[in-house]
C-alpha cells in the first residue's frame, strides 16, 4: 500500500459574547476529512483521554458538527471510548469550501450545563487540543471521526487581546522539499514463542509509517516490539501468550488475539452478515467456549510525559525508553503450526476492534536465506511516497456559508487566530507548530 503525503494547514479564529464562544475552523482538507477542536483532558500537556472536543465537517454540501467525549483512544463501544455526546451543544452550524480551503464555524456555550462537558476559560490559559483525519460513513448514524491523522496541542487564553495572524493559505511546495517520515526499524520476530500486550502507536513513525494509515489509538506488541513483521515456517508449532486484556466491560482495554487472513482484524466488532462473510478468515486463536479470540489480563506498554517529544526519536529503541514497560502474568495462550494450506501472508490483529496488528509471513523454512532477506526487507521498507498531483484536490469550491468573516470586520468583536501549517513560518498568535499528515 502507497501514502501520499500531503501538507497540510489549520487555522481557529474565535470572538466572544456574554456567554458564547463563536468559533471557526479553516483546513486545508480533502473530501470526507474532519477537523476537530477542544479542551485537552489535562490541564498542563496535550491529552486526547479526557477531552471534549468539536468534530466539524462537511457532508456533501452540508456542514456538520458534534461535540466528542474522549473516554480513551478506542471508537465507541456500549458508551465507553471516543463517544459523541447526546446533548447537542455546537449550534449556528454554517460551512463552506473556497478556493480549497474548508471554513466551518459553530456556537458553544462557555458553560452547557452538562456535567460531561469542560468549562470553556475566559480570562486565563487552557490547554486545548486540535485534529485532522478521514471520516468513515456509517448507515445508520452518518459520518463520524474515523482516526486522527494528526495531532496537537496548545494553551491559549481565549480573552486575551487580538493577534495579527495571517490568513490561511495553501502552501506549495514540491514533494523533494517534504521530510517523509520512514517507520522506525524493528528487527523481524522469529521465536516459536511470542508475548503480546497492547501499547501506543508510536508517533508518526510508528503504526503510522509502519502500515501507513492512522492508529486507532494503541498497537500490538509483540516481543517488546512495536508492530513486528513476525517470520513462521510451516509444520513448526508457534506459542502465543496474550496479555491484550480480559474485562469485557472496559471495551477499550480489551482486546482478544486471533490470527487471520483478514488485513483488518476485529471480527467480533463485525455485523452478523460480515462475520459470516468472514467466517472462514479465522486460523487459530478462536475460542469456541467464548466465541472469541484469546484473552489474557491487560498489561499494556504505556507513555509517560517524555514520550510526546520521544514521536521523533532516531530509534525505535529511544523511543521505548521512555515509556513504562509492563509486569505480564497469567497470559492466554494458544498454539498455532501453520500448514501447507496457510496463505503466504497472514496478520495477528484484535478480535474485538479492527487495525491493531500486522504481518505474519510464512515460509516454508524461514530460516533459508530467500526467508530472512525478505522479512528483513519487510522490516525496513517505507512505502511513503509524494504523488505528482500531491494538491490536485484543492480547486474553486461553493460558498455553503457565511462562516466568521463578517465577523472579523465587526468592531465590535474581537477576533482571534491561530495556525497550524506545515512548513511555513507565519507571526502568528502564541505559537508556531511545524506538522506533516501522512494519509
Not at 4 to 23: C, P, V, Y
Not at 268 to 286: C, H, V, W
Not at 361 to 371: E, K, L, M, N
Not at 431 to 437: A, E, N, P, Q, Y
Amino acid at each position: 500500500m502507497h501514502t501520499h503525503l500531503r501538507t497540510r494547514a489549520l487555522q481557529l479564529s474565535w470572538n466572544l459574547d456574554t456567554t458564547t464562544a463563536h468559533f471557526e475552523l479553516a483546513g486545508d482538507l480533502d473530501e470526507g476529512q474532519y477537523m476537530s477542536f477542544g479542551v485537552s483532558g489535562n490541564e498542563n500537556i496535550m491529552a486526547m483521554v479526557g477531552g471534549d472536543v468539536a468534530v466539524v465537517f462537511m457532508d456533501g454540501d452540508r456542514a456538520v458538527g458534534f461535540e466528542y467525549n474522549l473516554q480513551s483512544k478506542i471508537d465507541c463501544v456500549r458508551g465507553q471510548g471516543v463517544c459523541r455526546d447526546n446533548q447537542k451543544d455546537l449550534t449556528s452550524i454554517e460551512g463552506s469550501v473556497v478556493n480549497g480551503i474548508t471554513r466551518i464555524a459553530y456556537k458553544r456555550l462557555f458553560e452547557t450545563g452538562d456535567e460531561t462537558d469542560s468549562i470553556l476559560q475566559v480570562d486565563s490559559n487552557q490547554q486545548f487540543i486540535w485534529a485532522m483525519g478521514n471520516t468513515l460513513k456509517e448507515s445508520f448514524t452518518g459520518r463520524r471521526p474515523l482516526h486522527h491523522d494528526d495531532r496537537g496541542g496548545i494553551q491559549l487564553n481565549l480573552g486575551s487581546a487580538v493577534s495579527d495572524c495571517e490568513g490561511i493559505s495553501l502552501p506549495d511546495y514540491p514533494c523533494d522539499d517534504l521530510d517523509v517520515e520512514e517507520p522506525w526499524y524493528r528487527p523481524p520476530v522469529t521465536a516459536t514463542t511470542l508475548s503480546l500486550s497492547i501499547g501506543p502507536c508510536g508517533g508518526s513513525r510508528g503504526y503510522r509509517a509502519i502500515a501507513s494509515k492512522a492508529c486507532s489509538g494503541m498497537a500490538w506488541y509483540v516481543n517488546g516490539l512495536l508492530l513486528p513483521v513476525v517470520g513462521v515456517s510451516r509444520g513448526v508449532s508457534y506459542t502465543f501468550r496474550v496479555n491484550g486484556g480480559d474485562d469485557r466491560e472496559r471495551p477499550a482495554e480489551y482486546h482478544p488475539l486471533y490470527i487471520t487472513t483478514d488485513a483488518e482484524g476485529g471480527f467480533g466488532s463485525q455485523t452478523p452478515s460480515e462475520q459470516e462473510n468472514l467466517r472462514g478468515s479465522i486460523l487459530a486463536g478462536f475460542d469456541n467456549s467464548t466465541e472469541m479470540g484469546t484473552v489474557g489480563p491487560g498489561c499494556p506498554f504505556e507513555e509517560t510525559i517524555e514520550s510526546e517529544s520521544a514521536h521523533a526519536a532516531s530509534s525505535f529503541e529511544e523511543y521505548k525508553q521512555t515509556l513504562t514497560a509492563p509486569t505480564c502474568t497469567n497470559p492466554g495462550e494458544f498454539t498455532w503450526t501453520p500448514d501447507a494450506a496457510t496463505p503466504d501472508v497472514v496478520y495477528y490483529q484484535s478480535f474485538a476492534h479492527p487495525g491493531l496488528g500486522w504481518k505474519i509471513y510464512v515460509f516454508d523454512d524461514v530460516t533459508d536465506a530467500a526467508a530472512v532477506a525478505l522479512l528483513e526487507n519487510a522490516a525496513t521498507e517505507s512505502t511513503l511516497e509524494c504523488p505528482d498531483d500531491h494538491h490536485d484536490h484543492h480547486g474553486h469550491g461553493h460558498d455553503h456559508g457565511d462562516g466568521m468573516e463578517n465577523d472579523e470586520n465587526d468592531d465590535s468583536h474581537a477576533v482571534h487566530r491561530f495556525v497550524v501549517q506545515s512548513k511555513v513560518l507565519l507571526a502568528c498568535f502564541v505559537v508556531i507548530f511545524s506538522v506533516k499528515f501522512v494519509l
